[in-house]
């Protein structure tokens, strides 16, 4: 998200997406996901903008955005970097990846670094289990991922 | 000019697919982009057909390319007839039957290969005949509980209600498994069709996928074949001409594995917190927005098509007991030969893990397998004869769930295992219900306890399985205890190390 976006900016942006998919059936998970697409994150301002349009209360929208790993509240680093901690990941080295990746980008699984540059979580099956370990870093899938090839990636 | 096919399944592309096909393109050669053929250790795999015959090669690197392309049968990485290669050969396919042979949006390649001929035999059945057809076949719901499709569709069919729903349950959340993604990677036409059949069986006019975040390769592809089927009048206000309504789209989940328990997924797709409801009501009577709904798996509703095109008998002579048909094992893991193997019901589970499977990748003995996701229990090689069936593995103390299987090598230490099942419990936990929100919690420091030596904890652990397997509303919380107690019965040298040392 640019820095000099307003909150103002932010509301509107979000009532329009919000006004957008309103006629789906369930459009809240949509539209969450519309925002952070365009945000980066779920911001303060967008769910009460979101809130206003479905005419549910703020806490409502709070809820379900905060129930889902998927939607953040801060804005992530750029780059995230997801390692997979799941049985069929273990079986093969995960929990070793982890801390080897950790050790390399200098951040704490579900963290961000201090300088925006990366963020790395965890996640719970890629679906990638007969190439494990797996990783994902931006939107690229690796198997038989390495922590090297993680690094290198992320630079 | 060649004909050369490149794997586009997620699977192939996290090990190279992308960079194999920059090489092609360099090379000047277009491949048709296929799905997987389900052989991951020998993936990113190509094909080229050789007089009409497709010949595979694999895994394939870039560098691999000119000369593959110039001397294709002497090649290194050659591996012969692709369905010659003894891990398809030895397969029962009829779900996975056109996946990694056609392009996944080629609606002609899908009709080539049998698609579309279960639709327009249902198209001229009844309702309540295309109802009876499901049940005939014996088919039950891959998803994980095995209840029986047929008759869940009836109960859809017969609810009074203007407006009804087919929800697609492609939330694929359990470690081990990915025959969902690599079904709606390579054929999705078979999961649109089955749901349109579903559709006419039961009067519902509206479909749902449900698909998790963490495919955006079937996301994808799964949105385009929608969108292709629509303009081929597939979906939409009359299904081939017929008349008749039915339409679909993808709704994408946002990390939450409970959201894959069926009610926890409607609450979601309502635009909710994806906590579980209580049953009764039925989503069968109550479901999406409180009107009847199907809610079924991925691999359910792509069986269908087959069941219809080749009929219930065809598909129903397959199989062992009440399981019918056959069954998309997934290979996964510490395996040397991992990936998907269809296969009628009934193999043996250590025939699958050494035969199949080829053993551990790592060269170590096999010490323990997980069958059906987080919430399987863990099979010991003693329990290898255990034939793959429903009623089977509950006769062992599991389940087979969705199918998939995670070997471990003898590294890996099962009381750690045990430690992580209530850690991912507590995670994932929705919140709903006090045994699986306390529990897991609980649970984590029990297992820490005895991990430390504490051996006397040991009662309090079980009590807290009992507690959460009786008490949990669904299965998150209540087969929780599977993955724990199954460790504990089968490896209790790993939960007692101090103890042993002391004596």
Redesign the interface.
């Known amino acids: 998200m640019p820095l000099d976006t307003s909150t103002e900016e932010i509301a509107a942006e979000a009532r329009a997406i919000a006004e957008r998919l309103t006629p789906l059936?369930?459009?809240?998970?949509?539209i969450?996901?519309a925002v952070q697409e365009r945000f980066g994150h779920v911001p303060d301002a967008a769910l009460r903008a979101i809130a206003d349009v479905l005419n549910v209360t703020r806490a409502e929208v709070h809820?379900?955005a905060s129930?889902?790993?998927?939607?953040r509240s801060e804005p992530a680093g750029r780059v995230t970097v997801r390692v997979c901690r799941?049985?069929?990941?273990?079986?093969?080295g995960a929990d070793r990846l982890l801390a080897d990746v950790e050790a390399a980008l200098g951040v704490t699984a579900g963290e961000t670094a201090r300088d925006g540059s990366v963020t790395l979580e965890p996640?719970?099956?890629?679906?990638?289990?007969?190439?494990?370990p797996?990783a994902q870093v931006g939107?690229r899938?690796?198997?038989?991922a390495t922590a090297e090839r993680i690094a290198a990636e992320v630079a | 000019m060649i004909r050369v096919f490149l794997s586009r399944d997620a699977a192939a592309k996290a090990l190279g697919a992308e960079a194999v096909a920059a090489a092609l393109a360099e090379a000047g050669v277009t491949p048709v982009r296929v799905g997987s053929r389900g052989m991951v250790w020998l993936e990113p795999l190509m094909e080229i057909e050789l007089g009409g015959v497709r010949h595979a090669f694999g895994p394939v690197s870039p560098n691999d390319v000119p000369t593959l392309l110039a001397d294709p049968s002497g090649h290194p990485k050659a591996l012969g007839p692709t369905e010659e290669i003894p891990f398809l050969a030895a397969q029962q396919r009829l779900t996975f039957a056109r996946c990694g042979r056609i392009d996944p949006l080629s609606l002609a390649d899908y009709e080539a290969e049998g698609g579309l001929a279960g639709l327009r035999r249902a198209l001229a059945m009844s309702a309540e005949g295309i109802v009876g057809e499901v049940k005939a076949s014996g088919l039950r719901g891959r998803g994980g509980a095995g209840f029986p499709t047929g008759i869940k569709w009836d109960t859809v069919r017969t609810a009074p209600g203007e407006r009804k729903y087919i929800v697609c349950n492609a939330d694929e959340g359990d470690s081990g498994t990915f025959a969902d993604r690599m079904l709606m990677e390579g054929d999705p036409f078979s999961l649109i069709e089955g749901m349109v059949i579903a559709g006419l069986g039961t009067g519902a006019t509206q479909g749902y996928v449900y698909l998790r975040s963490e495919y955006p390769d079937a996301i994808e592809v799964m949105s385009e074949a929608i969108r292709l089927a629509r303009d081929a009048g597939v979906l939409g206000p009359s299904v081939l001409g017929s008349g008749r309504a039915f339409d679909m789209e993808v709704r994408v989940g946002a990390g939450a594995y409970v959201c894959g328990e069926e009610t926890s997924l409607l609450n979601s797709l309502e635009g909710k917190r994806g906590v579980v409801r209580a049953k009764p009501p039925l989503p069968a009577l109550e479901g999406f927005l409180g009107r009847p709904t199907v809610v079924n798996n991925v691999l359910s509703l792509a069986t269908v098509p087959a069941i219809f095109e080749k009929g219930a008998e065809h598909y129903a002579a397959f199989g062992l007991g009440r399981s019918r048909g056959t069954i998309p094992v997934q290979i996964a893991g510490n395996v040397k030969h991992g990936g998907l193997f269809e296969t009628a019901f009934g193999m043996p589970l250590g025939r699958l893990v050494n035969e199949i499977g080829g053993g551990t990748a790592s060269g170590r003995p096999v010490k323990a397998v997980q069958v059906g996701g987080p919430l399987g229990a863990y099979f010991a090689p003693h329990q290898f004869d255990t034939p793959f069936g429903y009623e089977e593995f509950d006769g062992q103390g599991g389940l087979i769930g969705h199918a998939g299987i995670v070997v471990f090598d003898d590294s890996v230490d099962m009381a750690e295992m045990a430690r992580f099942a209530f850690e991912f419990c507590a995670i994932e936990s929705c919140g709903k219900c006090t045994p699986c929100r306390i529990g897991a919690v609980r649970g984590v420091e029990v297992m820490e306890q005895v991990i430390a030596g504490d051996a006397s904890r040991i009662d309090l652990l079980t009590d807290l399985c009992e507690t959460m397997k009786d008490g949990s509303l669904c299965a998150l919380g209540g087969f929780t205890p599977y993955p724990v107690l199954s460790a504990l019965k089968h490896f209790p040298d790993d939960f007692f190390p101090v103890r042993e040392v002391a004596e």
């Open positions: 059936e369930g459009p809240l998970l949509p969450l996901h809820g379900v129930f889902y790993h998927d939607f799941s049985e069929a990941c273990k079986s093969v996640v719970y099956c890629l679906g990638l289990c007969a190439c494990g797996a939107e899938l690796l198997g038989r």
